[in-house]
């Protein structure tokens, strides 16, 4: 993976102010950040198919928002076997510290947390690749139903770790960055969080080329319109 790339190609675009400006103000917004996901998957799906110039415009916007809206339904399927046990744990720690007089009650949640906090820890990696693995499928084959394949999506994470815990990394680290915005004074942050977002679709763009096999199904014609033409 070219991380330089992934986190210069935005300052290539020569229309990347209003693009970051325009995607900063909307991952504000409840609901409406639906379409900064959809964008950050639309970098993916050009990096893939070789665009030049990954970042798509603004124009979309409706075809954006829907895409975001079918990301975020598959990430939240894929992250219902944490919510399950933090709502178990927290019924459990709820039981124990109601129906309990005694003093040892106390140890008990400890311990119970103690055993619980690494699965989830470890729990939330593992999907965390897998959600990955499901928006590549979804990135290529425009199809929600592929990203809910599982043996499939299971399959591709497990023949090919090394590069998803990669993409993972990469991910982690653009957060990091955006999360610099925070430290100057609160600014900052309206930019370099819709960074992360960017720099995360085109290492995700980058593995999906990579690989050429998260799918059976052949990539069909951009749904985002043609990359700009820039003289």
């Given at each position: 993976m070219d991380l330089?790339?992934?986190?210069?190609?935005?300052?290539?675009?020569?229309?990347?102010?209003?693009?970051?400006?325009?995607?900063?103000?909307?991952?504000?917004?409840?609901?409406?950040?639906f379409a900064v996901l959809g964008y950050m998957l639309a970098v993916a799906r050009n990096v893939a198919q070789g665009n030049s110039r990954p970042l798509p415009e603004w124009g979309e916007f409706g075809t954006l928002f829907g895409r975001g809206f079918y990301g975020f339904v598959i990430a939240f399927v894929y992250l219902l076997p944490v919510f399950i046990l933090e709502g178990l744990f927290f019924c459990l720690t709820g039981g124990l510290a109601a129906g309990s007089r005694r003093g040892d009650?106390?140890?008990?949640?400890?311990?119970?947390?103690?055993?619980?906090?690494?699965?989830?820890?470890?729990?939330?990696?593992?999907?965390?690749?897998?959600?990955?693995?499901?928006?590549?499928?979804?990135?290529?084959?425009?199809?929600?139903?592929?990203?809910f394949k599982f043996s499939d999506v299971i399959a591709s994470v497990r023949t090919n770790i090394s590069t998803w815990l990669i993409l993972w990394l990469v991910a982690i680290l653009a957060n990091f960055v955006g999360g610099l915005g925070v430290i100057a004074c609160g600014v900052g942050v309206l930019f370099t969080a819709f960074y992360a977002y960017c720099v995360t679709g085109h290492a995700l763009g980058q593995t999906i080329k990579q690989?050429?096999?998260?799918?059976?199904?052949?990539?069909?014609?951009?749904?985002?319109g043609p990359p700009p033409t820039y003289q």
């Open positions: 330089g790339k992934a986190f210069s190609f935005v300052f290539e675009d020569e229309k990347w102010i209003s693009k970051v400006l325009i995607g900063g103000l909307l991952i504000w917004i409840p609901i409406v950040n009650s106390g140890a008990a949640i400890g311990l119970l947390g103690l055993c619980l906090v690494p699965l989830l820890i470890i729990l939330a990696l593992v999907l965390s690749l897998l959600i990955y693995a499901a928006l590549a499928r979804f990135v290529v084959t425009d199809n929600m139903s592929e990203a690989l050429g096999n998260v799918t059976d199904s052949p990539m069909p014609p951009p749904a985002y």
